[in-house]
């Protein structure tokens, strides 16, 4: 099938990682602004069935370890193609490159990373053959696909003429799928094309939940699961209510038992503690408990800025991804951050405290007008400054820590010999403050100095305790 390119094309080489020192060239990722793919359904006439056009330079033009802006568009026909089905063939996008030997791709839509190696340079590889091959896998998957042409484009001037209405596309997308709630339909849908370095991720998809990855919405995943009943995506019967603010529901738990081997046994849909929904390594967006203010944050993975919280996106994204359940790290698509169900089961607008102004201006519409002057974006660097500002703007987080805390009387025990007590002090600044009711959370990795030379390491860490008491070892 590919015995005209240079290089392995097959699964096996979905997950290599191409190193800065491998790579001749990094075209989008974090520090090239513009970049995008796209599909789109066209008249029949209208595709010359095969065609790749590659405009601009090719991988052989650009020196070593170059960077570069890039868009990809594929443009798709057939009798059975619908639009709805351009968003799940846009996201095979980063499968099928995958495929390549010496090629990585990441992430989807406007946040594409794609690295093509020194090696596959050297034998010859072109963007051409990049084209080709994604048209031939993807034919060979979706039958319904009778023509396919592709164009992509390197220089900066072509590609900033077409993002515009790249963005308009994919917001006209997601408007779309604004306009059901989860109370309306009796399915979700699920996914899991992630779990192959997830793999026991799956993503439920509702109207009002969109993929972690922010590529697939409801309707996505209900034309794919349609079209492809075999394939990532499938319906999930949502069942019985169990409950209805943190978004469980028996049909959801039980499509999770089932696809993540037994892993995971129960999730919510609306709340980030408790039982959480799993988040694989392509999500958009982390929402981060910040236990000091008993409230959250949210960073976009552009923000290449330390946050509030003294943690970087990606080092928060070790700690959310993966497909496990971890308290306190979501992973999300920004348009999770429009929906009316947004962490309602934990306060929703209540909780949160800072974002980037980059998504508080994306998203501005869809905070509700009470928390639009309360919420602090990167102006405010710290939790010193953090908690100024909530207080300085009567946050509600803020009015929630002036409420008086009764006193617990503990129930009458002996208190330990002084002697036996060895005193630990550790540093103000290392002390995590949980506010009172706060909910159980798993702490990112942490070491909290000791005076007395002890050192405690906690990492994913989960601490249920009234009380600790650390006593000296009777010899
Ligand atoms: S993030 Fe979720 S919806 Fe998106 S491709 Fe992965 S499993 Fe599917």
Redesign the pocket.
């Known amino acids: 099938m590919f015995e005209d390119i240079p290089v392995e094309v097959g699964i096996v080489h979905e997950g290599e990682r191409i190193r800065q020192q491998q790579m001749h060239v990094e075209f989008g990722g974090p520090k090239v602004p513009n970049k995008f793919e796209l599909v789109q359904m066209k008249a029949p006439k209208d595709v010359k069935d095969g065609k790749v056009t590659v405009v601009g330079k090719g991988l052989a033009d650009f020196e070593a370890r170059s960077r570069a802006p890039i868009a990809i568009i594929f443009h798709v026909a057939g009798k059975k193609m619908e639009k709805d089905l351009e968003p799940v063939l846009e996201?095979r996008i980063?499968d099928f490159f995958n495929y390549v030997e010496g090629v990585m791709h990441l992430n989807?839509r406007y946040d594409i990373w794609i690295r093509v190696n020194k090696e596959d340079v050297k034998k010859g590889l072109t963007l051409e053959h990049l084209g080709k091959i994604t048209i031939q896998l993807m034919k060979q998957e979706f039958k319904f696909i009778e023509k396919m042409e592709a164009f992509i484009y390197t220089d900066e001037k072509d590609i900033e003429s077409r993002i515009k209405s790249a963005r308009e596309i994919y917001e006209a997308r997601d408007a779309r799928a604004r306009t059901l709630t989860d109370d309306e339909v009796d399915e979700f849908y699920g996914?899991?094309?992630?779990?192959s370095f997830?793999p026991i991720?799956?993503?439920v998809?509702t109207p009002e939940r969109m993929?972690?990855?922010?590529?697939?919405s409801w309707f996505d995943?209900r034309a794919s699961a349609r079209i492809d009943p075999e394939g990532?995506?499938f319906v999930i019967e949502k069942g019985e209510v169990l409950d209805a603010g943190k978004g469980q529901y028996s049909g959801v738990d039980e499509a999770v038992d089932e696809k993540s081997g037994g892993v995971t046994k129960e999730i919510y849909l609306h709340s980030m503690f408790g039982l959480p929904h799993t988040s694989?390594g392509?999500?958009e967006a982390i929402v981060f408990y910040i236990p000091e203010i008993d409230g959250v944050g949210l960073v976009n993975r552009e923000y290449m800025e330390t946050c509030v919280n003294g943690l970087k996106f990606s080092q928060m994204a070790e700690q959310t991804g993966g497909g496990e359940q971890t308290e306190g790290f979501l992973g999300t698509a920004v348009e999770y951050f429009r929906s009316k169900k947004f962490l309602q089961g934990d306060g929703g607008w209540t909780k949160v405290a800072w974002m980037p102004k980059v998504i508080f201006d994306s998203i501005v519409d869809f905070i509700p007008e009470e928390f639009k002057d309360k919420i602090a974006t990167e102006d405010v660097k710290n939790l010193k400054g953090l908690k100024s500002f909530l207080e300085e703007k009567g946050h509600p987080l803020a009015q929630a820590w002036a409420k008086p805390v009764e006193e617990e009387i503990p129930a009458e025990a002996p208190a330990p010999a002084a002697s036996e007590i060895v005193p630990v002090t550790a540093s103000p600044a290392t002390l995590m403050q949980v506010p009172a009711g706060a909910p159980a959370m798993t702490l990112p990795a942490m070491t909290v100095p000791g005076g007395g030379g002890f050192k405690f390491t906690f990492k994913n860490a989960r601490i249920y305790a009234d009380k600790v008491i650390i006593q000296k070892a009777k010899e």
């Open positions: 996201r980063h989807q996914c899991i094309l992630c779990q997830a991720h799956i993503c998809i993929a972690l990855c922010g590529a697939i995943a990532p995506n694989c392509c999500f």
